[in-house]
Nanobody, 124 residues
Framework: QVRLVESGGGSVQAGGSLRLSCATSGDIVSRNCMAWFRQAPGKEREGVAFINTYGDTYSPDYMKGRFTISKDNAKNTLYLEMNSLNAEDSAMYYC??????????????????WGQGTQVTVSS
């Protein structure tokens, strides 16, 4: 059983920053594709960023420069650094793992395990 536990969410003013963490066990982070997704009320879940076994990352163009995904294999932890936050970034943020060393298509349905989510609220 794979367990993912997110933390680091909270309330922040527009322009502020947050760092999310996703703790796992074993070698999940080092051996698999890890990703962050988010979902706002009434909207579909969307991919924020992913990182593969080799450390290659991807983020949609409109998120690049503000969101940075990283991982610490020794700590079995995934991170998401978020800067210059705005109200449109308010959402539940989820950590997910795809049981594959590479990430491929960035589709939520292809991810095998999910955390419970951490809420990010940005006030203007």
């Amino acid at each position: 059983q794979v367990r993912l536990v997110e933390s680091g969410g909270g309330s922040v003013q527009a322009g502020g920053s947050l760092r999310l963490s996703c703790a796992t066990s074993g070698d999940i982070v080092s051996r698999n594709c890890m990703a962050w997704f988010r979902q706002a009320p009434g909207k579909e879940r969307e991919g924020v960023a992913f990182i593969n076994t080799y450390g290659d990352t991807y983020s949609p163009d409109y998120m690049k420069g503000r969101f940075t995904i990283s991982k610490d294999n020794a700590k079995n932890t995934l991170y998401l650094e978020m800067n210059s936050l705005n109200a449109e970034d308010s959402a539940m943020y989820y950590c997910a793992v795809k049981l594959s060393p590479v990430c491929g298509e960035f589709v939520a349905g292809q991810y095998n395990y999910w955390g419970q989510g951490t809420q990010v609220t940005v006030s203007s």
